[in-house]
C-alpha cells in the first residue's frame, strides 16, 4: 500500500466555523507534511512531524493546529479561518528526514473558505 | 539559500513530439533532486529522483541526469503522449531544518505541460 489518503476531498466552510482535515498513511512512513498550495504555484510547507513530534511550523498562523495522535494519522484543525486561505490542502509523508527519501502525497483537500 | 529555477511554461507539444523540462539549482551542500508531477486535480506524485551526481532517474519514458559542474536536472522524454499534461515540479534536497535536522523539499515553480493529439 502505497497510498497517502485525505478526507474530505472538498470543504466548504464560513469564517467561524471549525473543521479539521484528516491524513493517513499504512506505509509504516515516520515523517508527515502539511502543504498549502494556491493555483499555478508549488506546494508551500506548513508544518513537519518527524516521529509524531512537531519538527518544523513554517510561522503558520494559529488559526491553523496539526495533529499527530499517532504515526499513521495526521490532523489539520481550522478555525476562523479568513478568505485568502482557500487552497489545496496537501498531506505528504516520507520514510525518514533525510535528503534522499521522495515524498509521497495525497490527492488533497480543496478548501474555500466564505 | 538553496533554489531551483524552472523554464517557464506552458511548454505545448504534439504528441509523440520530444520533451525537455529544464531544471537549474542552487544548493551549498550535495542535494538530492527530484521530479514531481502533479496531473489535474490531483496531489504531486514522484517521477523520478537522483540523489548523487552523475546518477540517472528514469520512469515511465523520462529520464533525468543530475549534472553537478553544470548544476542542472534537466527532464527529458522522447515521446510524448496526451496522457502526460500536467504541471511538471522540480525539487532539491539539501539542508537539514528544525529540530532533529529535517531535509525539506525546496520545489521550482512549475512547468505546465500540454500535449495535443
Known amino acids: 500500500d502505497t497510498e497517502v489518503t485525505q478526507t474530505p476531498k472538498h470543504l466548504v466552510m464560513g469564517m467561524t466555523n471549525k473543521k479539521s482535515l484528516k491524513c493517513e498513511q499504512h506505509?509504516?512512513?515516520?515523517?508527515m507534511y502539511w502543504y498549502k498550495q494556491k493555483a499555478k504555484k508549488p506546494p508551500e510547507l506548513m508544518f513537519v512531524y518527524s516521529y509524531e513530534k512537531l519538527s518544523i511550523n513554517e510561522s503558520v498562523p494559529s488559526r491553523f493546529s496539526p495533529e499527530c495522535p499517532n504515526s499513521s494519522l495526521l490532523n489539520l484543525h481550522l478555525h476562523a479561518l479568513q478568505p485568502e486561505d482557500s487552497a489545496l490542502y496537501l498531506c505528504?509523508?516520507?520514510?525518514?528526514?533525510?535528503?534522499?527519501?521522495?515524498?509521497?502525497f495525497g490527492p488533497g483537500t480543496r478548501l474555500t473558505v466564505t | 539559500g538553496d533554489s531551483v529555477t524552472q523554464m517557464e511554461g506552458p511548454v505545448t507539444l504534439s504528441e509523440e513530439a520530444f520533451l525537455t523540462i529544464n531544471c537549474t539549482y542552487t544548493a551549498t551542500g550535495y542535494p538530492s533532486l527530484f521530479w514531481y508531477v502533479q496531473y489535474p486535480g490531483e496531489g504531486l506524485q514522484l517521477l523520478l529522483k537522483?540523489?548523487?551526481?552523475?546518477d540517472k532517474g528514469s520512469n515511465k519514458g523520462f529520464e533525468a541526469t543530475y549534472r553537478k559542474e553544470t548544476t542542472s536536472f534537466h527532464l527529458e522524454k522522447g515521446s510524448v503522449q496526451v496522457s502526460d499534461s500536467a504541471v511538471y515540479f522540480c525539487a532539491l534536497s539539501d539542508q537539514g531544518r528544525g529540530e532533529g535536522g529535517s531535509y525539506i523539499p525546496t520545489f521550482g515553480r512549475g512547468t505546465s505541460l500540454i500535449v495535443h493529439p
Open positions: 505528504a509523508s516520507s520514510r525518514g528526514t533525510a535528503s534522499s527519501y521522495e515524498q509521497y
Open positions: 537522483a540523489t548523487k551526481a552523475d
Open positions: 506505509m509504516g512512513h515516520r515523517a
